[in-house]
């Protein structure tokens, strides 16, 4: 385990300017044929506007990061992604829009009267899309947790338009974790309002390009609705798990609480942080859904309380759902670790912060999809490769019990990859993640979730960023291919590098490395 007494991890989460021309970088190590592509990243670049910081790392300003693939040679280039968020911070020299842990005080140059009436026009919700990128249909969206969407150009990095969600769909936000299938179709989740004003959560499906050239997301429906637990406290939920023929919906402990969110917003000087609370007693809950038609399945899957921001897989396998997340114990949110405050102190302070915080593990989950009430108390999983339990209760309830596949203390496998083209909703072997050392990336692994095997690339005051799988053309296994990932090196002559390794091993392929620093990025693809 590498220790960080340098605090190198604080160049992350500082300010950098945006790239008028793209960059050269310094190769060493042979880039592989096939990447023609770009790796497209997103992540903050923006950490305060004149002398007003922003306190939490989802609150900096969108910005998008590309390495361009060509004849083996590599370019780096960026863009502040001109969200209304960013224009109008630029423009007035200070936080207009609030953000996750950052709230925006009202505009000084109103007097009491104006003020008084813009409580009443609601809260402007932040469009700053810093989490991550995808396409639907042929365009591509940079994307935060909010109803907002913007349409980014990603050869020029730049901005189109922002979409609102709301105005196609009923629902409140939309995930930055969309699955999308091979036809380009894709499916997201979000809370909104249910049946007698009770809070759910919707799936939305958006269809492929369209034959006449259409906005596909015109044509976006709900196809299934999931209940609320808490009437007016929906759960926060990052992603969920889709298999084949079946969507999984995990509902944690972690709550919104809306009434807050209405009424003290405006008023009180609240953020979005300000409105999460924990239910100590639900537990987490499971829930599952056939796919076509969309169907919810009423039946009651509970397990003991987790925070869960990313599903890594999930499978269906003789009559069960085999279900892999990153959990983290307990029912504290773990953004409460994540103020920039903590992640830029000394490493002394940021292991003593973390000490406190739930503990992270790797879990396998087993749904049976065939309940029956006269089987009450004895496991019902029967899959052979499997520790993982499901008991039903006297209530007709189903307790379920992880397999835990890694755990280690402090040391989170997150932000999870896989050859998601090949087997993404199918039985896989590896999982692909980046290694969180009390909340700082300081590694890339590889698990196995057959035989619990691991891989780790590290270097000293190296830290990585999530890894993305890239198949090789021909590939037969499932490993065949590259993972990339953007190291930050701030010791470094070069203080950052896009780093390619190959998958089977995590053994270095190739680096490039560039002549200035670049920031956190959360998640992203690559595009060929």
């Known amino acids: ?164 969600m709301c105005s196609y769909v009923n629902i409140n936000g939309v995930t930055a974790h969309p699955h999308i299938e091979r036809d380009g179709t894709v499916y997201n989740i979000g809370n909104c309002m249910g049946k007698g004003a009770s809070l759910a959560y919707n799936i939305v499906r958006i269809p492929p390009t369209q034959k006449d050239k259409s906005d596909p997301i015109d044509k976006s429906k709900v196809v299934v609705q999931f209940p609320s637990y808490q009437r007016f406290k929906p759960s926060y939920v990052h992603s969920f798990g889709k298999t084949d023929n079946y969507f999984v919906f995990v509902e944690t402990p972690v709550k919104i609480n809306l009434l807050k969110f209405l009424s003290a917003w405006s008023i009180r000087g609240c953020n979005y942080m300000d409105c999460f609370e924990s239910n100590e007693s639900q537990g987490t809950l499971f829930h599952i859904a056939k796919k076509d038609p969309g169907e919810y399945i009423d039946l009651k899957f509970k397990g003991a309380p987790i925070g869960m921001f990313h599903h890594i897989n999930a499978f269906e396998d003789q009559g069960f759902i085999v279900v892999d997340l990153c959990a983290w114990k307990g029912f504290e949110f773990v953004y409460n670790y994540l103020w920039l405050a903590n992640l830029r102190a000394n490493w002394d302070e940021v292991k003593k912060a973390a000490m406190l915080a739930p503990q992270p593990e790797v879990r396998r989950y087993v749904i049976p999809l065939d309940v029956h009430k006269e089987e009450q108390g004895k496991n019902l999983v029967s899959l052979p490769y499997t520790t993982a339990t499901a008991t039903m209760y006297a209530d007709g309830s189903t307790w379920l019990e992880p397999e835990v596949l890694f755990s280690s203390p402090h040391q989170a496998f997150e932000f999870p990859q896989i050859n998601y083209k090949r087997y993404g909703g199918k039985n896989y072997t590896y999982a692909y993640a980046l290694g969180l050392n009390h909340f700082i990336p300081d590694r890339i692994c590889k698990l196995n979730v057959k035989t619990k095997e691991t891989w780790v690339w590290q270097e000293p005051d190296s830290y990585p960023s999530e890894p993305l799988f890239v198949q090789t053309p021909d590939a037969v296994d499932e490993d065949d291919g590259v993972l990339l990932t953007i190291v930050a090196a701030p010791g470094a002559q070069r203080p950052a590098y896009l780093l390619i390794l190959n998958a089977k091993d995590l053994s270095e392929v190739a680096r490039a490395e560039v002549e200035c620093t670049i920031p956190v990025t959360f998640h992203g693809m690559y595009k060929p």
């Open 1 to 164: 385990l590498f220790e960080h007494p340098a605090g190198g991890y604080r160049k992350l989460f500082e300010t950098c300017e945006e790239l008028s021309e793209t960059l050269p970088t310094t190769v060493t190590g042979r880039i592989p044929s096939f990447l023609k592509g770009s790796l497209l990243r997103l992540g903050p670049g923006l950490f305060e506007v004149g002398d007003e910081p922003f306190y939490h790392l989802f609150d900096g300003q969108a910005l998008m990061h590309k390495f361009d693939f060509k004849n083996g040679q590599v370019t780096y280039f960026r863009k502040f992604i001109r969200t209304d968020a960013y224009v109008r911070a630029i423009t007035e020299k200070r936080v207009v829009i609030t953000e996750f842990g950052t709230f925006a005080y009202p505009d000084p140059c109103k007097n009491i009267f104006s003020r008084f009436f813009t409580y009443f026009q609601g809260v402007e919700v932040t469009d700053n899309c810093l989490v991550n990128v995808y396409p639907i249909g042929e365009d591509y969206y940079a994307v935060t947790e909010t109803n907002y969407i913007t349409k980014v150009n990603t050869d020029t990095l730049e901005t189109l338009k922002k979409v609102d």
